[in-house]
């Protein structure tokens, strides 16, 4: 399978080239990749134990917030 | 009185006669000429403080021991609405700009003054286009702006993704986020990241008419981090709707050439840009 390809702009001479990325770019682009999951599963499990929370006392996150008001 | 006849010496024996006096002596307290050349071709030796009138230009010169000069009659040097008085070597009259110039100092013209148009201020668009690939690269990027403003619109990609933002390549910044996610605030802060992300959540695989504007400050200068802010409305990963304000630093202090906006994932399916410099 093809790397992924960029589109470069070249602000002074308006060229317009798309390209496949280059090894060590398709390998930070892999790396990166991780960080992202890793980070969309912290920003999930944040909201699954608010939730969890939530339930557990329940009240609902409107009424929590009044509640830290 | 008759018109001046120029110049005559007279010499003993001659008859002055009354066209003479009328012609010559009359006019000698101002002496007459049809022009410059008509003087020096009567007045072979002209004498210091000698004054004459040149018909052809209707000037008032005087002898200077050197050469003949202008006599200030003080008349003004104005004819046209809007005429400037200004001085070069002499009095000399600047007439009116086009509208909307400025009168702008400029040492290279006579009188040092010249209507001009004003320095512009505001955008200039400096690349435009569609989005597509993985990412989009904006290259060699020139500092002859205050600001720089990249306006994003209806982007979407192929997978749900986050966007990330990085300058030249520079791989550490510092940014903190407000964000609205269908009424539910939230305050998130990063360090030392290896890239800045305009986005809380990812954003879905769709079409949602989301718009993304980014700033950056003072990117060419050459001692300072550059700050960054962004602005982004979007559709999440569970199709919410969700805004999020990002404010941080990009810890470089060489000038921004270059601005990348990746796809964490997937490619561009939709989106169109355009890079303004600010002033």
């Given at each position: 399978?093809p790397?992924?390809?960029?589109?470069?702009?070249?602000?002074?001479?308006?060229?317009?080239?798309?390209?496949q990325?280059?090894?060590?770019?398709?390998?930070?682009?892999?790396?990166q990749?991780?960080?992202?999951e890793?980070?969309?599963?912290?920003?999930?499990?944040?909201?699954?134990?608010?939730?969890?929370?939530?339930?557990?006392?329940?009240?609902?996150?409107?009424?929590?917030?009044l509640?830290?008001? | 009185m008759?018109?001046?006849?120029?110049?005559?010496?007279?010499?003993t024996?001659?008859?002055?006669?009354?066209a003479?006096?009328?012609?010559?002596l009359a006019?000698?307290?101002?002496?007459?000429?049809a022009?410059?050349?008509?003087r020096?071709?009567?007045?072979?030796?002209?004498?210091?403080?000698m004054?004459?009138?040149?018909?052809?230009?209707?000037?008032?010169?005087?002898?200077t021991g050197?050469?003949?000069?202008?006599?200030?009659?003080?008349?003004?040097?104005?004819?046209?609405k809007?005429?400037?008085y200004?001085?070069?070597?002499?009095?000399?009259?600047?007439?009116?700009?086009t509208?909307?110039?400025v009168l702008?100092?400029?040492?290279?013209?006579a009188?040092?003054l010249?209507?001009?148009?004003?320095?512009?201020?505001?955008?200039?668009?400096?690349?435009?286009?569609?989005?597509?690939?993985?990412?989009?690269?904006?290259?060699?990027?020139?500092?002859?702006?205050?600001?720089?403003?990249?306006?994003i619109?209806?982007?979407?990609?192929?997978?749900?993704?986050?966007?990330?933002?990085?300058?030249?390549?520079?791989?550490?910044?510092?940014?903190?986020?407000?964000?609205?996610?269908?009424?539910?605030?939230?305050?998130?802060?990063?360090v030392?990241?290896?890239?800045?992300?305009?986005?809380?959540?990812?954003?879905?695989p769709s079409?949602?008419n989301?718009?993304?504007?980014?700033?950056?400050?003072d990117?060419?200068?050459?001692?300072?981090?550059?700050?960054?802010?962004?602005?982004i409305?979007?559709?999440?990963?569970?199709?919410?709707?969700e805004?999020?304000?990002?404010?941080?630093?990009?810890?470089?202090?060489?000038?921004?050439?270059?601005?990348?906006?990746?796809?964490s994932?997937?490619?561009?399916?939709g989106?169109?840009?355009?890079?303004?410099?600010?002033?």
């Amino acid at each position: 399978m093809p790397n992924p390809t960029i589109r470069i702009h070249n602000t002074e001479t308006g060229e317009v080239i798309d390209r496949q990325m280059t090894a060590d770019e398709f390998a930070d682009y892999q790396a990166q990749q991780e960080i992202d999951e890793a980070k969309e599963a912290e920003r999930a499990a944040k909201e699954a134990a608010k939730a969890e929370l939530l339930e557990r006392l329940g009240i609902t996150a409107m009424e929590a917030k009044l509640l830290l008001a | 009185m008759a018109a001046g006849l120029g110049f005559i010496e007279f010499t003993t024996g001659d008859i002055l006669t009354a066209a003479s006096a009328n012609g010559y002596l009359a006019s000698q307290t101002v002496m007459v000429f049809a022009s410059s050349a008509a003087r020096a071709s009567a007045i072979a030796s002209p004498q210091e403080g000698m004054i004459s009138f040149l018909k052809d230009t209707d000037t008032m010169q005087f002898y200077t021991g050197a050469a003949w000069s202008n006599v200030d009659t003080g008349a003004s040097p104005l004819t046209t609405k809007g005429d400037l008085y200004t001085f070069s070597t002499t009095n000399a009259r600047l007439g009116v700009g086009t509208n909307n110039q400025v009168l702008t100092a400029d040492s290279a013209e006579a009188t040092g003054l010249k209507w001009a148009a004003a320095a512009s201020g505001g955008m200039t668009s400096i690349a435009s286009g569609s989005l597509s690939g993985s990412s989009l690269v904006l290259s060699t990027i020139a500092g002859t702006y205050d600001n720089l403003q990249l306006v994003i619109r209806d982007l979407y990609g192929s997978s749900n993704a986050d966007l990330r933002l990085t300058v030249n390549s520079v791989a550490d910044y510092d940014f903190g986020q407000f964000d609205n996610r269908n009424g539910t605030a939230s305050n998130n802060a990063y360090v030392s990241q290896s890239n800045f992300i305009p986005n809380y959540y990812n954003l879905s695989p769709s079409d949602n008419n989301n718009s993304l504007v980014i700033n950056l400050y003072d990117y060419a200068n050459t001692s300072a981090f550059k700050l960054i802010d962004t602005q982004i409305a979007y559709k999440n990963v569970d199709n919410v709707r969700e805004l999020t304000k990002s404010w941080g630093v990009a810890k470089t202090t060489a000038a921004v050439t270059t601005v990348t906006l990746a796809l964490s994932v997937g490619t561009y399916s939709g989106g169109t840009y355009i890079l303004y410099g600010v002033n």
